[in-house]
């Protein structure tokens, strides 16, 4: 009806330009798909070809790990590399085939049923919402279900059944949806009641939005997935609160979460605001001798009727436990660890994090205000005579900043490179260099992390250096 009324010249000239649009979107995500392949390729290409340890690493790695970081590491690229592709073909075949506008009218169709018209665009706008995210996880599963259960579980570091996957992820599918849901639905209001200046009350609900996700989501939500059991009192309880103190951390309460009922992946982090801090490591970070006794591995019963079937089911066991034990770091290496963590919030890591991601915000959304009225771009992706709201987010935010999007994405790597040497040389500074050397080695050997990267691949994918890259800039000052 827009272009209806236009002079046919005026007509031609916008379909061309929203043709041109289209295309030129369409045309930029196959260009950053591609780039992505070739820096995959040598990635992929370190991964087949180096098979020796490196020098540098030969007195702390042994040549069985790496070769199972190795593996690890080739089957995860070739896993990626289909995936990716997949995904590419997937969102091109959507924007070519209509598929945001059908779905957009399937969404108005079902509202339709319950007696929501056209004029409830935001109750169709979170239909779309909810119709979108279950198709997106019926064709996501195969590779999910892939990548857990075949990928990881080759490798030693599935820790899930299929049930728990399966009652894990429809409680991911409620919770999250439901929160998402209310979010939208506000936001659009906000947006729609807004006038001229929408884009800064959209902004700062989006703030107040992160800020209450931050103060809920460890007391609230976080449980609903796993357990969080308070260190007990001893010589490691101690030592991280000693620590702390020494630089003035407001340290509250001391978590172990029990990471291992999914995965043999070890983390630790620290979350809370101003006087309200607390650590959390994951049990696969410690040592069996250091778990609390609601963690640690229950003993295996075993018979002693002499058989041979059941010695050799208890050798078995014997070995589990022997594997189970020398994982994990030692008090002097968890304690390097948090140092470096600890040294993200000395050194003000995450509010800067904060404050930059909150002027990106702001900025997307200031300029999503001067767009959001623009009918050529709602033409270009099917929508000639309409403009929803949750459907110009989609487009401007998505594809039409997908170059802004690819730009930041590789400056904000770049700035948490940064942060990571800085927060390593802050654990050097409180004189632990050695014992967060020993930490990465045996950190990188538990989650079969391959040492090396490719260096232009690395500055694209990588946020966290490489072993060797970490362990050369430590031993500069050892």
Known sequence: RVLFYRPVGERRRMLQDCDCLFLGTVCFLWI?????????????????????????????????????????????????????????????????????????????????????????????SMMFFLITQIISLILGQPWKLYSIFV????????????????????????????????????????????????????????????????????????????????????????????????????????????????????????????????????????????????????????????????????????????????????????????????GHWKLNHNLKNIIISQINVFFCFFIFGLLVDRQYLYTSFGFPDSRPTLIGLIIIFQFIFSPYNEIMGFLTTQMIRRYEFQADDFARQLGRSEALCGALVKLNKDNSGFPIDDWLYSAFHHSHPSLLERLRAMRKHL
């Open 32 to 124: 950053v798909y591609l780039w992505d392949s070739y820096l995959e390729s040598r990635q992929r290409r370190l991964f087949r070809t180096v098979d020796k340890v490196p020098a540098e690493l030969s007195d702390v790695i042994t040549q069985e790990s790496f070769e199972k970081a190795r593996s690890y590491g080739l089957d995860k690229s070739n896993f990626s590399f289909w995936h990716s592709l997949y995904d590419q073909l997937e969102t091109t075949a959507v924007l070519f085939l209509g598929g945001i506008p059908f779905i957009w009218a399937v969404s108005g169709r079902v509202t339709g049923w319950f007696g929501y018209g056209p004029e409830y665009e935001v109750t169709q």
């Open 151 to 342: 990928l990881e579980e080759r490798h030693g570091f599935n820790k899930q059944t299929l049930g728990f996957y399966v009652k894990d992820t429809l409680k991911k599918l409620v919770v999250f949806t439901s929160i998402t849901l209310a979010v939208i639905c506000l936001l659009l209001h906000i947006i729609r009641w807004g006038g001229d200046y929408f884009f800064f009350y959209a902004w700062a609900f989006c703030f107040v939005v992160m800020m209450v996700m931050v103060f809920i989501y460890a007391d609230f939500i976080a449980p609903l997935f796993d357990t969080f059991t308070p260190l007990p009192e001893g010589e490691l309880r101690s030592a991280i609160e000693k620590l702390a103190s020494s630089i003035d951390f407001p340290l509250t309460k001391l978590f172990v979460m029990d990471g291992s009922k999914r995965s043999a992946h070890s983390n630790a982090y620290f979350y809370g605001f101003h006087k309200n801090k607390r650590i959390v490591l994951f049990d696969t970070l410690l040592e069996e001798s250091m778990l609390p006794a609601e963690l640690k591995p229950k003993e295996e019963k075993k018979e002693e009727d002499g058989q041979g079937e059941e010695n050799s089911q208890a050798e078995a066991v014997d070995k589990k436990e022997g594997e189970r034990k020398a994982r994990g770091c030692s008090q002097d290496e968890v304690l390097a660890v948090l140092g470096h963590e600890l």
